[in-house]
């Protein structure tokens, strides 16, 4: 993608999704990071399914570490490798009461210290919950980087490097939000929905899907 593509190719996507935000559902601060936390290999949708129900009981570390580890993993059952997830998600919770106060830091170093957190949770809680303007590169991240042109890399550290140096300022703090869901319901793996891409235009991907 060239350099003079990426203002436009970010503008087109504010103007149809001016305030973006993560598909997870939560209310504070660490049932995002509990949400984030078990959505590793998981659908948002799925993570929400059982975070309604655990989120009402168990919304601070302290209540969820008085669930204790067969009481939390009978509210997360349903979500992939719910056993390790469950697991460290208790660690977590036992590291926030005695390190943290119970609340969740701020911090990069502080977070990646939490069992089950690693850089791309860490960086969608920075920039969810502290407006940082960190990318967070899943697979759709990576894979619209990538096709596009817009950051080719690698790996996800490469992709997420080259993201940080072209992406421009004013959109900073919502690209990743804007790239994981173009690559969730448009430029999809299999697939790509080039018909119904608004910006497509910008795109390097060729030859570019026909419709159906």
């Known amino acids: 993608m060239k350099k003079s593509d990426i203002a436009p190719f970010f503008a087109t996507l504010k103007a149809a999704n001016p305030q973006p935000n993560t598909e997870l559902e939560y209310t504070t601060v660490f049932e995002l ?3 984030v936390l078990l959505s590793a290999q998981a659908t ?3 993570v929400n399914k059982a975070t309604r129900r655990l989120f009402p009981v168990a919304g601070t570390p302290q209540a969820m570490l008085d669930l ?5 993993e009978g509210y997360i059952k349903t979500i992939g490798l719910y056993p390790t997830k469950a697991r460290n998600l208790l660690a977590t919770c036992r590291i926030l009461v005695e390190q943290h106060g119970g609340q969740v830091p701020r911090t990069r170093e502080a977070l990646e210290q939490l069992p089950g957190v690693g850089r791309k949770t860490a960086n969608v809680v920075l920039n969810v ?3 940082q303007p960190t990318m967070a ?3 759709h ?3 619209v980087s990538n096709r596009t042109g817009l950051a080719p890399g690698r790996n996800p550290m490469e992709v997420e490097q080259r993201l940080l140096q072209r992406v421009p300022q004013e959109y900073l703090v919502d690209a990743h939000h804007w790239l994981i869901l173009l690559g969730r319901y448009v430029c999809q793996a299999r697939k790509p929905r ?3 891409c608004a910006v497509a235009p910008y795109c390097d991907y060729q030859p570019k899907t026909p419709a159906p």
């Open 68 to 72: 204790g580890l067969e009481g939390l």
């Open 129 to 131: 919950a502290f407006g």
């Open 194 to 196: 080039c018909w119904e």
């Open 137 to 139: 590169v899943d697979t």
């Open 141 to 143: 991240i990576f894979r």
């Open 44 to 46: 948002d949708v799925g």
């Open 33 to 35: 990071l509990a949400a």
